[in-house]
């Protein structure tokens, strides 16, 4: 007898959960009660929204005065013909040709990347163009010696026609240092008597 009461006891109860759960009709798109959340939710404004906190309603600050960047400071040269013009004649090579390390530095950046297309001394039969590639002018013919080291700076950064961009490939030293190595390439073979 004992054992039916207890099991309409817990009938009872079972029923009574049921009831509340339907009463209560939980919404199952909110969170759950949360027993001190501390920093869970905070609130929080996008990178771009605006935002009442400052007086100029923008969310992103300036960085403070003396603020160093990390990595290289903008180009200020897009990709375009007229800026590769540009580049040409604001833009000075900073290594000098009497550094030799800089110059070895070209010799082996030029040796992985511009090999391939441009060929050893830079006549245009790299193994990339003896397979079919559009072949190059010679680096050191009469159109790439009148190009001056920043438009050549631009060529390497942007690409041109056929020629890729090696703005991701190569930093913008190793750039400079590649062109050092092209224009020894041109003095060698314009000028051999010269060393
Ligand atoms: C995938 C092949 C390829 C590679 C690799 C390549 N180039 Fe070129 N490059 C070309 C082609 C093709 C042209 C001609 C572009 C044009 O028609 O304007 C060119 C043009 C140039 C020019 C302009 C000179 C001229 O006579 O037109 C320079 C300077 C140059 N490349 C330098 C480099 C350097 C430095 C590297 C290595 C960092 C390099 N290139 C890697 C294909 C390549």
Request: proline fraction near 11%.
């Amino acid at each position: 007898m004992k054992r039916v009461w207890r099991n309409l006891l817990l009938l009872a109860v079972l029923v009574a959960e049921i009831v509340l759960i339907l009463a209560l009709s939980p919404d199952y798109t909110r969170p759950n009660l949360e027993f001190l959340p501390d920093m869970a939710h905070q609130p929080r404004f996008n990178a771009f929204a605006a935002n009442p906190s400052f007086a100029n309603h923008a969310t992103l600050r300036a960085p403070v005065p003396g603020t160093l960047p990390r990595g290289p400071l903008p180009l200020g040269f897009s990709a375009s013909p007229e800026d590769a013009i540009r580049a040409g004649q604001e833009l000075v090579n900073p290594f000098r040709e009497d550094d030799p390390k800089a110059l070895a530095r070209g010799k082996v950046i030029y040796g992985r990347f511009c090999v391939p297309c441009h060929g050893e001394t830079g006549k245009g039969d790299g193994p990339v163009a003896r397979r079919g590639y559009p072949p190059p002018l010679p680096l050191s013919g009469d159109v790439a010696v009148e190009i001056p080291d920043g438009q050549m700076f631009h060529i390497v950064t942007f690409g041109r026609v056929m020629m890729p961009s090696y703005a991701t490939q190569i930093s913008r030293e190793d750039r400079w240092r590649v062109i050092l190595f092209v224009r020894s390439l041109e003095r060698k073979q314009r000028r051999p008597e010269e060393k």
